[in-house]
């Protein structure tokens, strides 16, 4: 039940990963990594469950966080980028 | 960079209980899986989470970075005055067994000082090559 | 320093959870610094959006939070539908300004969040008096511009007046 | 006698759970790659997000019963459903920022903020 679970889940991610490769844009594929990200946090913990050992939670916690982090400071990459070349967006300015 | 009302005011309200969640996995490093090095990659992901949402001179005000160089040699000289001690005490570099009354205890005691090492250099030297990009570009 | 009391009582409770081992004195002791690091750190934060929150607040976003679960599973629900049943149920994206009541930053933060956690509504810009929505269905769009989640959150923000 | 009963029930509703969670999930996968623009795309993620997420924890908290793993299982759901909405309110944002344009999407009627 837990093995077809995760199964489950690993789906879930390819699917993902089919939008993360097709994009078109760049905050599609932000989309996708960061379902990608939570899909992983569930799988550890699935997979904690699975091999009988509960203390993986905590390593789904620290992933579940450093996902977060990293797709906040992303996202405010992107914004920087966007914000600077003057002459296609001047409104930001 | 224009202020984002809700980004703030998550990051201001998650970033003690990130840290705590660092400090956690720090201490438990020989009970679960953890250490120092993921706990100070949290601890300096937590202010980078605060950096990124509130700004990097707040993250600056909140931990000056005139104090991250001296930290990170504290923590290489934690870990390496714990060896020397054990070689005082007459054991060879970081045999803990010595720390101690009893072996166990002393092992035990010896991993946590030589993992709050390197925590705090991992977390201290993390946050120094962040600070040094983004106010490059500031 | 009642500030500081709180979030250390708040983390060291945390700490107990996640530790498991209530036993153990040098844990507790680790635990019982940890958190004081952590509380202080805490309250050295800009304060302007921390500070200042009634109690009530604390007392109400507990009966706000049952009724969004029950909201959270009825717009799942509605998107599950769209994806399965896209010529039955097509989607038509709304994009636009609702008003907002929430006094606070943190009652504004809770709204948008809100918005955001019942699939079928984003939330995407976020200011004083307006928030910048996108919306799944015309119908989806109607029930948040109704304005009774915006009410319930400013209940709960406990800021009558 | 009720132990037994119990055991069961629990294992039963647990299955339906999990179940129901990756149902879910593959559901927003599926809308994430049919829907036809980025903000469309985002309400569907928001499904695997919020109900998926938290039937998928809710299952593994049945299977641990009351203890500190389902204390932690509670954690994790809790730092999910506090930060997904920020994650996709953030990535609206940089989107519209970065001139990302919603598909024919009908400007609101109660618009015009004061």
Known sequence: ?93 | MNDDIVLTVIGKLLIPFILLFALYVQFHGDFGPGGGFQAGVLFAAGIILYALTNGTAAAMRLIPPGLLAPLAALGVLLYGGVGVATMLLGRHFLNYSVLAQDAVHGQHYGILLIELGVGITVAAVMLLIFFAFTSRED | MLYFLLLFAALFGFWLLLSGYWANPLLLLLGLASSALAAWIGTRLEQSDTRGYSLRMLLRLPGYWVWLVGEIVKANLDVVRRVWRPHTYPISPVIGHLPLSQKTRLGKTIYANSITLTPGTVAIEVSDDAVMVHALSESAYADLAAGDMDRRVTWAEGRSG | MTEALLEPALDLASLLLLSGGVFLGITGAVGVLRFPDFFTRLHAAGVTDTLSAGMILAALMLQAGLSLISVKLAFILLFLLYTSPVASHALARAAVHAGVKPVDAKPGESSSPS
């Open chain 1, 1 to 93: 039940m837990l093995a077809a679970a995760a199964v489950g889940i690993l789906v879930v991610m390819a699917l993902a990963l089919v939008r993360a490769f097709r994009g078109p844009s760049i905050c599609d594929r932000i989309l996708a990594v960061n379902m990608i990200g939570t899909k992983t946090v569930l799988l550890i913990a699935v997979y904690g469950f699975l091999s009988g050992r509960p203390d993986f939670l905590d390593i789904a916690i620290t992933y579940a966080l450093i996902n977060f982090v990293g797709v906040i400071a992303a996202l405010k990459f992107i914004e920087r980028i966007a914000a600077s070349p003057p002459p296609t967006r001047p409104e930001e300015l």
